[in-house]
C-alpha cells in the first residue's frame, strides 16, 4: 500500500477552483423553466384558498401549482424510514409553518419570484405548539434508526437507583440543545427533465442519489430504473440531504405539469424548517461516583423534538450505552410531538447534541468530588462495552487523552474557576470526551481495467466535501497497484452500483471497503489472465480482444457486528477566553485527538476533523433557531440571523490523527471522520467556560446574557 | 428591457435585460458562468463575490444594471493562458476548500484582501473574509490558502 495514508492534494481541486465544478442547479437543459415555491405562514390549518388569478396573469408566468390543481401522484410519496413524510401539495393540510403550498413556474427566474409574490393564500388556521416544554407531558419512547439500523429505545443495566443510593456523590441535572439549521452552503437544488412520459432526469442536490430514485419512481408509479439521478457535486449537506424532501416531488411534478425541464432552489429562508434540523432536546442526566471517582450510576434520559406527522429521534442517549464503565446503566430515548418541519440527521446526531449533557455533567461530577476532569474519566475508562458486555473493535481513547492532554498543555490548567486571566479576560479551561459509531453498511462497486492501462472505478455515493474522488482513487490505485494518475474513481449516479447514504460518517467506509474488494477481484483475474504486475495490464485487456475487463463486488458487514462494539473515539480541550464585562466567549484554542482507524488521507482527514471542531463551536455559541411561538415560525430564517461561526470566529484549531489499526471494522479498516469532530466540542468549550466563569451553563447557545 | 454591455473576464458583452436582473443571475443565467454560486440571496453569505472594477462585491446585492460600463472579473477569469492564478493554487494546494460551494467567492475576495494590503496579517484575513461563510472547512486552511498566495506574491 502506497497511495493510502498519502496527503494527496483533492483531485477535484482544479474544478473546485476554477468554477467549473457543476453542481445540481447549474446542469443547463434547453427550454428550462423556473419554480419558487410559496410556503405557509400558519404553523397548524388548512389552506382555504390559493388565490394565482394575478400571479397567473404575468407574462411568462407558466403555471401555479396549488393543493387545487398540482397533479395527483398515481403512487405513494413516502417510503420506508427514514424516507420522510413531505407535502406535494397532494392535500389542504398545514402541518407547519414554511411548509410549501404552491409553486410559481415562468420562464425565467426573476418572473418566477415575481409571480410567486403575488400568490395570495387564505388559510384556517388551528392552534399550534412549538414548545417543547408545553408537549412535554405527551412524550412517548421510541425507537431510532442510526448508522442505517433500528435500534431501541430504551436500553438498561443493572440498577440505576441503587447505584445512586451507593454513591459518594451524585450529579442530577438538566441539560437542553435548541434546534439547529444544517445550512450547507449550497442551497437545496432540483433540476427535473422529463425525456418522455414515463423516463425522468433529475440533478438534484443530494447525499443519496437512489433515496431521490426511490421516492420519484414510488410517486410517479414507474420501474426505478426509469428515474434516472445525477449529483457530480454537492456543496455541503450535512445530513439535511439526506432524505428527499417536498421541493424534489414539486420540481418534478412543475417539469411535468408545464411540459418542460423545470430547476428549483430553495431560497435560504426556505431551509428553515422545511429540509429538517436538530431538534430541540431536554436532557435529563443522574451521576452518581464512589469517593474515588469510579461511577456507581448513569442514567441518560432524552427528550427531543419531531413533527406531528413523521419522526425522528435525536439519539442522545446512545453513548452512554458504550462510553463508560459502570455496572448500573439507563439510557432512555422520548419523543415530543410539535408543529414543526421534521427535523433529521444533522452532523453527529444524537452524539453533538448528547455529548454537551453526558460531558457537562462528567464536568460537574468531576467538580463535586474534586477531581481532574480528565482523571474521572481515565478513572472510568471501559475496556469492554459496559451494557453489551463485549469488545472493542479497536479503541484508542486513552492515547487520545493522552496525545490531546499533552499538545493542548491540559497540566496548567487551574482547577478552581477564574483562576486565570489574560489581558482582562478570564481565562478557562475544559476537556470531553468524544465518541462516534464506526458505521458500515452493504455498499456495491465496479472496476474496469481499459486497454490503455488506465482503470475506472465506480460507485454511486456522493462528493459533498468529504474527499470522495481523491480518497476512493486512492483505494482503489493501491489495491491494483497502479499510480493514482492511472485510476479514475467516478460517483454521483444512479446508474452506478449502489452505495449506502454519504452520510452518518457510513460511506467511506462502506464504499471504501467496496472499492478495495472489487479493485482486488479485478488484480485477481487480471493476473489469472496472465498479467505480472500493473504495467502488463493493458497488454492482457489487448490480448484478450481489447473489451474492458470488469468487476462488480459488494462488502457488507457480517456477524462481527455481533461480537463487537465499533466506536471511533477522541478527546477535546478547549480553552475559552470570557470577557468578564460583556460576557462575550472566544473559543482561543481547541485541540483535539481522535483515533479512527485507518486514515485514508491525512490531509482531507485533518480538513474533515476541523470543519467538525468548528461546528462544535458554533453548537456552543451561536447556532439556533429561534421560534416565535405565537407565529409558529423559525424567525432567524437567514445567515444573518441565525449565526454559523465565521472566519473571525475561529482562532486555533488543532485536530490530531491518532494511529489506530482495527483488523474487525470493516474490510478498509477505517471508522469514518465526517462527525466525530463535532461530538464532545460543544461541552469542552461548556466546561472551559464554567472553569473560567464559575458559572454552569446547561443550555445551549452559550450567550453573553448567560454570564452577565 | 434594457440594454447593458460589462466587460466580462476581459471580453465586452452587451445584452437586453430586464432592469430587475441581479448581477449574480446575469452572470450564471445569461453569461452561463456558473462558477459564481447562490448561497443565500440575501448577502449574506459571500458565495456570489465577484470583482468589480477590481472590488470585491456581492453580486447577489447588485442589478446587472449596475455593472454597465464596467468590468467584472468572475472566477472563470482568474486563470491566466489556462495557468490557474496562485490564489487558486493556493487554495487547492492548502486544501482551503472541501464542497466548493464558497470557494470561488472566497477566492475572489481574498484576491481583493492581497491587493489591498500584500502584507495582510492573519487577523486582517479572517476579517476580511468574515463576509463569506464556510460551513465545511472551518477556515483554518483557508487562511493557511491566503497566506501562501502572499507569500508566494512576494
Ligand atoms: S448569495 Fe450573495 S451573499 Fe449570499
Ligand atoms: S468548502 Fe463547503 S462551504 Fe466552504
Partial sequence: ?708 | MTSVTVTVNGASKTHQVEPRLLLVHYLRETLSLTGTHVGCDTGQCGACTVLLDGAAVKSCSLFAVQADGRSVTTIEGLAKDGKMHAMQDAFWQEHGLQCGFCTPGMILSACEILERNPRASEAEIRTGLEGNLCRCTGYHNIVKAVQAAAQKAR
Fill in chain 1, 1 to 708: 500500500m502506497k497511495n493510502i495514508g498519502d496527503p494527496l492534494p483533492r483531485v477535484d481541486g482544479p474544478a473546485k477552483v476554477t468554477g467549473a465544478a457543476r453542481y445540481a442547479y447549474e446542469w443547463q437543459v434547453p427550454g428550462m423553466a423556473y419554480a419558487v415555491l410559496v410556503t405557509s405562514n400558519t404553523a397548524r390549518g388548512r389552506v382555504l384558498e390559493v388565490d394565482a388569478s394575478a400571479a397567473t396573469r404575468e407574462p411568462g408566468v407558466l403555471a401555479v401549482l396549488t393543493p387545487q390543481n398540482a397533479m395527483r401522484l398515481p403512487g405513494p410519496t413516502q417510503g420506508e424510514p427514514p424516507d420522510r413524510v413531505v407535502q406535494a401539495l397532494q392535500d389542504d393540510r398545514v402541518y407547519f409553518s414554511n411548509q410549501p403550498v404552491a409553486v410559481a413556474v415562468a420562464d425565467t427566474f426573476e418572473r418566477a419570484v415575481h409571480a410567486a409574490l403575488m400568490v395570495r393564500i387564505r388559510s384556517e388556521p388551528a392552534r399550534h405548539t412549538v414548545r417543547l416544554e408545553d408537549e412535554l407531558a405527551n412524550a412517548v419512547p421510541h425507537d431510532l434508526i442510526a448508522g442505517g439500523r433500528s435500534i431501541p429505545a430504551d436500553e438498561a443495566r443493572g440498577d440505576v437507583a441503587r447505584g445512586l443510593r451507593e454513591a459518594d456523590a451524585r450529579v442530577e441535572q438538566t441539560y437542553e440543545t435548541p434546534p439547529e439549521t444544517h445550512n450547507p452552503m449550497e442551497p437545496h437544488a432540483t433540476v427535473a427533465v422529463w425525456e418522455a412520459p414515463d423516463r425522468l432526469t433529475v440533478y438534484d442536490s443530494t447525499q443519496w442519489v437512489f433515496a431521490v430514485q426511490r421516492k420519484l419512481a414510488r410517486a410517479f408509479a414507474m420501474p426505478k430504473e426509469n428515474v434516472h439521478v445525477i449529483a457530480k457535486f454537492v456543496g455541503g449537506a450535512f445530513g439535511s440531504k439526506g432524505s428527499p424532501w417536498s421541493h424534489v416531488l414539486l420540481t418534478a411534478m412543475a417539469a411535468k405539469q408545464v411540459g418542460r425541464p423545470v430547476k428549483l432552489a430553495l431560497m435560504r429562508p426556505h431551509m428553515f424548517g422545511m429540509v429538517g434540523g436538530r431538534p430541540h432536546t431536554r436532557q435529563k442526566l443522574a451521576l452518581g461516583a464512589r469517593k474515588d471517582g469510579r461511577l456507581t450510576a448513569l442514567s441518560h434520559q432524552s427528550a427531543s423534538a419531531t413533527s406531528r406527522f413523521d419522526v425522528f429521534v435525536e439519539g442522545c442517549a446512545l453513548q452512554a450505552r458504550h462510553l463508560y464503565a459502570c455496572p448500573n446503566i439507563e439510557s432512555k430515548h422520548r419523543i415530543v410531538r410539535l408543529d414543526i418541519g421534521t427535523p433529521t440527521f444533522m452532523r453527529a446526531p444524537g452524539e453533538a447534541s448528547g455529548s454537551f449533557a453526558l460531558e457537562s455533567a462528567l464536568d460537574e461530577l468531576a467538580v463535586a468530588l474534586d477531581l481532574d476532569p480528565l482523571e474521572l474519566r481515565l478513572k472510568n475508562h471501559a475496556e469492554k462495552d459496559p451494557i453489551e458486555d463485549r469488545p472493542f473493535s479497536s479503541k484508542s481513547l486513552r492515547a487520545c487523552y493522552a496525545e490531546g492532554a499533552r499538545r493542548f498543555g491540559w497540566e496548567k490548567r487551574s482547577a478552581r474557576p477564574r483562576a486565570q486571566t489574560r489581558e482582562g479576560m478570564l481565562v478557562g479551561m475544559g476537556m470531553a470526551t468524544a465518541a462516534y459509531p464506526g458505521n458500515f453498511a452493504p455498499a456495491q462497486a465496479l472496476a474496469r481495467m481499459n486497454a490503455d492501462g488506465t482503470a475506472l472505478v465506480q460507485s454511486g455515493m456522493l462528493e459533498v466535501g468529504n474527499g470522495a474522488y481523491t480518497v476512493m482513487r486512492q483505494v482503489a490505485a493501491d489495491a491494483l497497484g497502479l499510480p493514482v494518475e492511472k485510476v479514475r474513481f467516478d460517483l454521483g449516479d444512479s446508474t452506478m452500483p449502489e452505495a449506502p447514504i454519504t452520510a452518518g460518517s457510513i460511506s467511506t467506509a462502506s464504499v471504501g471497503s467496496a472499492v478495495l474488494l472489487v479493485c482486488r477481484a479485478l488484480r485477481q483475474r487480471l493476473e489469472q489472465m496472465g498479467a505480472s504486475g500493473a504495467a502488463s495490464y493493458a497488454e492482457v485487456v489487448q490480448r484478450a480482444g481489447g473489451a474492458p475487463i470488469e468487476e462488480r463486488s459488494k462488502a457488507a458487514p457480517g456477524e462481527e457486528r455481533k461480537r463487537y462494539t465499533m466506536l471511533g473515539h477522541g478527546a477535546q480541550f478547549a480553552e475559552v477566553l470570557v470577557d468578564p464585562e460583556l460576557g462575550m466567549v472566544r473559543v482561543a484554542r481547541l485541540v483535539g485527538a481522535f483515533a479512527c482507524g485507518r486514515v485514508l488521507n491525512a490531509r482531507l482527514a485533518r480538513s474533515q476533523l476541523m470543519g467538525g471542531m468548528v461546528w462544535g463551536i458554533g453548537m456552543a455559541l451561536h447556532e439556533h433557531s429561534v421560534y416565535d411561538e405565537k407565529l409558529g415560525r423559525i424567525i432567524s430564517r437567514d445567515l444573518a440571523d441565525y449565526h454559523v461561526a465565521s472566519n473571525a470566529d475561529v482562532q486555533s484549531i488543532e485536530p490530531i490523527l491518532v494511529e489506530e489499526e482495527d483488523t474487525v471494522v470493516d474490510p478498509a479498516g477505517v471508522k469514518g471522520m465526517g462527525e466525530i469532530g463535532t461530538c464532545g466540542a460543544a461541552a469542552a468549550i461548556a466546561n472551559a467556560v464554567f472553569n473560567a466563569t464559575g458559572r454552569r451553563i446547561r443550555s445551549l447557545p452559550i450567550t453573553p446574557d448567560n454570564l452577565l
